[in-house]
């Protein structure tokens, strides 16, 4: 195994990275098999993005605060963990948007990709799925789609449901939903593309982000699985994604 270690700016996370470096023998960045992140969420999904087209591994080890997508910071015995981890699969969103002034951007999520509104008034936006209307005009602060991955981060926290992994689907979730005002969301095959239709659009500004990608002012927004792109994450056994997930859904 060639491994490579990355560390986010933090002290705690450079400090972990002078402490690994100095026990395993550490592969440039570019040519690792596996890489070994350190810091929180937010760096693991960075670190994720950089590498989405390379055949590579990565192994987070929390630094941060958080640390869903993270294994635990231990120094000793990284390769016996790194042999004996669990891998998971995840196959990131695409978003492709076009805005008000006819610019064009592709982007991918990793956990979800969200609408909102960028001004004091509500948007407006009609759904579609596979081509066929599903939702004449959603009036709201905004909707989002989330992988499973991503279905404990903002998704949960709009009320969307948590998708245990390998569960196929995709969530569909209103935020701030104010018509249809019982309108509680969607859950979706995997293989659906989603179509959002902005309405007012100059008048009621829509920001879309996939992830760390925004478009300001969007008029029209696809989104869709995809599968040519297959982001492989290691766990150590006794706690991994699947276990985080379902462990989720029995938190009070």
């Not at 693991?44 to 987070?60: I, K, N, P, Q």
């Not at 015995?77 to 064009?104: D, F, I, S």
């Not at 009036?139 to 998704?155: E, I, K, Q, R």
Request: hydrophobic share 45%; proline share 4%.
């Amino acid at each position: 195994m060639k491994i490579g270690f990355v560390a986010d700016k933090s002290d705690v996370a450079q400090t972990a990275l002078k402490t690994l470096i100095s026990q395993y023998t550490a592969t440039p960045e570019m040519e690792a098999d596996i890489l070994v992140v350190l810091g929180g969420d937010g760096f693991m999904l960075e670190t994720m993005h950089r590498h989405m087209f390379r055949d590579v591994a990565f192994y987070g080890m929390n630094c941060g605060s958080i640390g869903f997508l993270l294994n635990a910071f231990k120094p000793d015995h990284l390769m016996q963990r790194l042999e004996e981890a669990k891998a998971v699969r995840l196959n990131p969103l695409t978003m492709e948007a076009l805005n008000t002034k006819g610019y064009y951007t592709i982007a991918h999520a990793i956990n979800e990709v969200s609408l909102f509104r960028e001004t004091r008034q509500a948007a407006k936006i009609g759904i579609y799925v596979d081509g066929v209307k599903r939702l004449e005009e959603l009036t709201c602060d905004g909707v989002l789609a989330a992988t499973p991955a991503g279905s404990t981060a903002y998704n949960l926290s709009a009320h969307g449901p948590i998708l245990p992994m390998g569960c196929g689907l995709i969530a569909l979730t209103p935020i701030s939903p104010f018509r249809p005002r019982r309108w509680k969301g969607a859950l979706l095959p995997h293989a659906s593309k989603i179509t959002f239709e902005i309405h007012e659009a100059d008048k009621r500004p829509v920001l879309a982000a996939a992830d760390f990608t925004e478009m300001r002012d969007v008029v029209k927004v696809e989104v869709y699985t995809n599968h040519k792109i297959s982001l492989k994450i290691l766990f150590d056994s006794e706690y991994h994604l699947e276990e985080r997930i379902l462990n989720e859904q029995f938190m009070v």
